[in-house]
């Protein structure tokens, strides 16, 4: 049975964006009010990293814990350490009010490198990393899943996302070749995919035997060109829309849906509508996606 949750990310709360934030509080009870039963854990230390007090606040609310995103470094093999440290602290954490459903999402910190944030949406192959890099990063990522699942039992992916060095499907599918599929999936998300370039549609099929956790993110054509156009950097992509509500958005997500329940897909879809702090009105557009979502049948 595939359940539908939402992340602090729909309220603004973004890695490396600074910003006056919205309280944890209220995001898990907007959550709520708007129909979604899971949440992602949002940065580290936005909500309570007492496990016993997470907890009993998400079961006063009917919610899950569902996974996290983690930021890394992996193409850097001297921050291998630390990344592995973080990890496995954000893991713990969701396995003990989790058990071993969550998901650690692991994604190169994003907005950092200028390069690959300044091109965003518009990645070729003069922007990828070289063969050493490469090399360095797949191993990290494999290290990186291992110490997750030997200390939390918990099960790692990858995030193809704009603003770190895995965007593109190419990117994406030279990850998925060099790496265990024992260790490490990949989390699928909509949004990222068609700024990246990708078809949704046919991504979803091309990359099913990988894929653990599923993103439904709405995207704006119109505002992907003009970002392309005007040479937008990620976040000002963000600023301007790019990430839209769903039933707005420039993807097709009907057959989307359908497609996973003829895959039996019994994992989580995660409602994420990147915003900018302060941007927007997080809840009505919550309410919005969560009725969409119903009226396709999810």
């Known amino acids: 049975m595939i359940k539908v949750a939402n992340a602090p990310c729909s309220w603004g709360v973004i890695e490396n964006i600074a910003g006056e934030r919205i309280t944890w509080k209220t995001v898990l009870n907007e959550i709520q009010a708007t129909g979604y039963v899971g949440t992602e854990l949002g940065d580290w230390g936005f909500m309570p990293t007492d496990p016993a007090r997470l907890a009993d606040e998400l079961t006063s609310r009917g919610l899950e814990m569902v996974g996290s995103w983690v930021s890394v470094h992996m193409h850097d093999a001297t921050q291998l350490d630390a990344d592995i440290h973080v990890a496995v602290k954000t893991a713990g954490l969701m396995a003990a009010v989790g058990g071993n459903t969550p998901i650690v999402v692991l994604g190169n910190d994003p907005f950092v490198d200028p390069m690959r944030t300044g091109n965003a949406g518009r990645i070729t192959t003069e922007h990828e990393m070289s063969a050493s890099q490469w090399k360095t990063f797949c191993s990290g990522a494999e290290a990186i899943a291992k110490a997750v699942k030997a200390e939390a039992g918990l099960r790692t992916v990858l995030h193809h996302h704009v603003g770190t060095w895995v965007e593109t499907p190419a990117e994406t599918r030279r990850f998925l070749d060099n790496t265990d599929p024992a260790l490490l999936g990949l989390v699928y998300d909509t949004g990222h995919w068609k700024f990246g370039g990708g078809d949704p549609r046919a991504g979803i099929k091309e ?21 392309r156009a005007e040479n937008w950097d990620a976040v000002q992509s963000y600023k301007n829309g790019v990430f839209s509500e769903l039933a707005t958005a420039d993807i097709d997500f009907p057959p989307i849906a359908e497609f996973l329940k003829k895959q039996n897909y019994d994992g989580w879809i ?29």
């Open 207 to 227: 990359f099913w035997d990988r894929i653990r956790h599923v993103h439904f993110k709405g995207f704006s054509q119109e505002i992907a060109d003009r970002s």
């Open 270 to 298: 995660v409602v994420e509508q990147d915003v900018l702090p302060g941007m927007g009105r997080p809840k009505e557009s919550a309410q919005r996606n969560r009725d969409y979502l119903r009226e396709i049948g999810l």
